[in-house]
């Protein structure tokens, strides 16, 4: 679906607007958000993104990622993204980290990272985005990671390596909170 971005430049000010079919075909600046979403016990919902999905078909991804829409704030984005993907109404969320990141060819985003504590009852996931949900522990996610046993996208693994104080191809703008 093609859908109307906020172009940014490097410091994430809004220049002008294009479709995302123009921001991903020019590698233009936009804008993205995603949510680390625990358990109680402190498992990560993480998601198989559908395999209908034009990009990045069948990987899994963090409990949310979303586009920012044009004149759309990241507050308002990630609720959005939190109820069309999940379910999830009104989440209070704190934001972790700012940063620039290249996600794919042409796929150049300013993003914030979220996390939040949620009961898995609550979650009803959009089948035609997300294949799947499960609940993995931190060390399960290293082990993950490091075996290569679950297709994890790009960009999960890079915040995932920023969580656990590895190098990453995040580029920190700002930083809200310490990850634990």
Known sequence: MD?????????????H???RSVAHAQGLWHRGVHVFLFTADGK???????ADRKQYPSVWDCSVSEHVKAGEDYHAAVQRGLWEELGLEKVDLQPLVRFRMNYGPNDNEISTLYKNIANPADVRFDPEEIERVDYYSLDELQNIMRDKTLPLSHWFVQMLRWWFAQPSEMEIIETYAKPR
């Open 44 to 50: 990560m919902l993480i998601q198989k993104r559908s």
């Open 17 to 19: 607007q294009a479709m």
């Open 3 to 15: 859908e109307l971005f906020d172009i940014v430049t490097e410091d994430d000010i809004v220049t």
